[in-house]
């Protein structure tokens, strides 16, 4: 039911299924979007209204940040433009040390190692303590070392830090 809603809606946006088979509706799947760019939506996030392309939708997911609080727990995630509304928020949270900060990443790259950072911790076993994205800070230096030897953030140079 799920696969034939996903198709559905994607019919009615004028999008084009790029994966050969249904993967689940909490999976990527590659999509070509109406006006042709390619994009990996969750079925189950287009069917509670999230949009199917971030490029349409203005969200280049172009910022990647760690943040931490008295080092207790860590988290990273991505955000697009500026990044000091989203940090602001995780500042409120507790978790106000800005650990690592770059803008303006190519197109792909903090989604990308966000998948990479998520699929490292799982992989080395660690649960986050909450959501998708924190974890405890024994987990930061394999975070740190998945960012910092990532070809484009060693384009980039060093941390980002902004004016608050």
Same mark, same amino acid.
């Given at each position: 039911?799920?696969?034939? &809603? =996903?198709?559905?809606?994607?019919?009615? #946006?004028? !999008?084009?299924?790029?994966?050969?088979?249904?993967?689940?509706?909490?999976? /990527?799947?590659?999509?070509? @979007?109406?006006?042709?760019?390619? @994009?990996?939506?969750?079925?189950?996030? $287009?069917?509670?209204?999230?949009?199917?392309?971030? &490029? @349409?939708?203005?969200? !280049?997911?172009?910022?990647?940040?760690?943040?931490?609080?008295?080092?207790?727990?860590?988290? =990273?995630?991505?955000?697009?433009?500026?990044?000091?509304?989203?940090?602001?928020?995780?500042?409120?949270?507790?978790?106000?040390? $800005?650990?690592?900060? =770059?803008?303006? #990443?190519?197109?792909?790259?903090? %989604?990308?190692?966000?998948?990479?950072?998520?699929?490292?911790?799982?992989?080395? +076993?660690?649960?986050?303590? %909450?959501?998708?994205?924190? =974890?405890?800070? +024994?987990?930061?230096?394999?975070?740190?070392?998945? $960012?910092?030897?990532?070809?484009? $953030? %060693? !384009?980039?140079?060093?941390?980002? /830090?902004?004016?608050?």
């Amino acid at each position: 039911m799920a696969e034939a &809603a =996903f198709r559905a809606r994607l019919a009615e #946006l004028g !999008a084009t299924l790029l994966e050969p088979t249904w993967l689940g509706a909490n999976t /990527t799947h590659r999509v070509r @979007c109406a006006a042709g760019h390619d @994009c990996t939506p969750r079925p189950g996030n $287009i069917r509670s209204g999230d949009g199917l392309c971030r &490029a @349409c939708a203005g969200k !280049a997911w172009d910022a990647l940040y760690v943040v931490a609080d008295d080092l207790d727990v860590v988290k =990273f995630g991505i955000t697009s433009g500026d990044p000091r509304p989203r940090l602001s928020v995780h500042r409120r949270d507790g978790l106000d040390q $800005i650990v690592r900060l =770059f803008t303006g #990443l190519p197109d792909g790259i903090a %989604r990308e190692l966000e998948d990479t950072l998520r699929a490292a911790l799982r992989d080395a +076993r660690e649960e986050p303590v %909450r959501g998708r994205e924190y =974890f405890p800070a +024994r987990a930061l230096p394999l975070i740190l070392d998945l $960012i910092d030897h990532h070809p484009a $953030i %060693r !384009a980039v140079g060093p941390n980002i /830090t902004p004016d608050d």
